[in-house]
């Protein structure tokens, strides 16, 4: 088998698109593990707080830590979502340059992989928003409570 550089240079283009997706995940990916973090930081100190708490602190602090709990789910489920978007991703590139080079019809593989990536995508995307919607009802409980006449 004897691939010249004109093939390669091909098939390197053909994979520039699929790359690019690929590079906008990567940043989704670290917004979604900071939030995470955030969550878990929260939550720790939320339970340290508990051990020394008042008996009537101790619900409110319950009540938030089982809020950072559902959340922490949505996060983990957007993360999931999001690396198995950009492993499949991955796929999709290794499959135009083993498709091209060997000569193979893989064009049906890749467009499937294609569209289980984009409901991947979609599914991180879903997480993610209903995480936030999480957050926020929270806060606007916990305003509404804190602040009521």
Same mark, same amino acid.
């Given at each position: 088998m004897n691939i010249q550089l004109s093939d390669v240079s091909h098939i390197i283009q053909l994979s520039i698109a699929p790359v690019f997706l690929l590079s906008?995940?990567?940043?989704?990916l670290i917004v979604l593990t900071n939030r995470l973090a955030r969550i878990i930081d929260r939550s720790r100190k939320l339970e340290d707080? %508990?051990?020394?708490?008042?008996?009537?602190?101790?619900?409110?602090?319950l009540a938030e830590i089982g809020i950072l709990y559902r959340r922490a789910h949505q996060i983990n489920y957007a993360i999931t979502f999001s690396t198995a978007c950009a492993l499949l991703v991955?796929? =999709?590139?290794? $499959?135009?340059?083993?498709?091209?080079?060997?000569? %193979?019809?893989?064009?049906?593989? =890749? $467009?499937?992989?294609?569209?289980?990536?984009? %409901?991947?995508? =979609?599914?991180?995307?879903?997480?993610?928003?209903?995480? =936030?919607?999480?957050?926020?009802?929270? %806060?606007?409980?916990?305003h509404m409570l804190k602040y009521r006449p």
């Open positions: 906008g995940i990567a940043p989704q707080w %508990l051990l020394h708490a008042e008996p009537a602190a101790k619900a409110e602090y991955s796929l =999709i590139i290794m $499959a135009l340059f083993i498709g091209d080079a060997l000569g %193979l019809a893989l064009d049906r593989l =890749i $467009a499937v992989l294609f569209v289980v990536a984009m %409901l991947a995508l =979609i599914g991180s995307y879903s997480f993610l928003l209903r995480e =936030i919607f999480i957050a926020t009802r929270s %806060l606007s409980m916990r």
